[in-house]
């Protein structure tokens, strides 16, 4: 079965930092490009990144350019996110997808809760 | 990169139709065909149900189908069953590594 288990949201202060994992099984990670989406409490799903098949090419949206870095490692099959400079507005369920097929994000993994706040 | 527009809301009866809109630019719905679609249920993660503009993945009804003219692109659920009731999310690429997400319409079914 293809999953993809997420983890290392926690409580951060802002200012502060965190790394995000992602375990995936049933396929094989270096074969596909990975993403980062997230939803903040009540609001809509927002893309956060996307990498290539061997961590070469990266995009990030405006809102975590500079402050986030996503990153992979294919012998662990683990995507990564990290997070610095963390704000309030960065607050919300972070999901790890996988570009099954052009453009189309699929599956998604639970996701984990990212909160930062004093 | 401005999310694109979608209705807050869109409802219909069991057995009827509705139609979701995606408006962007010529800088994302209008310069490629890689607009997609997600399916969020409360407090269960996204799924996929259009990608490329019009196809579909293993396992979804055809009921749900994917279409784009200019700079819009729509999603249309038809046979309206209960279990469609929720969140739906179109997406699109946007040009040098980056995507977009609609801003999401809570279907109802009545």
């Known amino acids: 079965e293809v999953q993809l288990v997420e983890s290392g949201g926690d409580l951060v202060q802002p200012g502060g930092s965190l790394r995000l994992s992602c375990a995936a099984s049933?396929?094989?990670?270096?074969?596909?490009?990975m993403h980062w989406v997230r939803r903040a409490p009540g609001k809509g799903l927002v893309w956060v990144s996307r990498i290539n098949v061997d961590g070469s090419g990266t995009g990030y949206a405006d809102s975590v350019k500079g402050r986030f870095t996503i990153s992979r490692d294919n012998a662990k099959n683990t995507l990564y996110l990290q997070m610095n400079s963390l704000r309030a507005e960065d607050t919300a369920v972070y999901y790890c997808?996988?570009?099954?097929?052009?453009?189309?994000?699929?599956?998604w993994g639970q996701g984990t809760l990212v909160t930062v706040s004093s | 990169q401005s999310a694109l527009t979608q209705p807050p809301s869109a409802s219909g009866s069991p057995g009827q139709s509705v139609t979701i809109s995606c408006t962007g630019t010529s800088s994302d719905v209008g310069g490629y065909n890689y607009v997609s679609w997600y399916q969020q249920h409360p407090g269960k993660a996204p799924k996929l149900i259009i990608y490329e503009v019009s196809k579909r993945p293993s396992g979804v009804p055809d009921r749900f189908s994917g279409s784009k003219s200019g700079h819009t692109a729509s999603l249309t659920v038809s046979g309206l069953q209960a279990e469609d009731e929720a969140d739906y999310y179109c997406k699109s690429y946007a040009g040098s590594n980056n995507f977009v997400f609609g801003t999401g319409t809570e279907v109802t079914v009545l």
């Open positions: 049933g396929f094989t990670l270096s074969n596909y490009w």
């Open positions: 997808v996988r570009e099954a097929v052009p453009g189309g994000l699929d599956p």
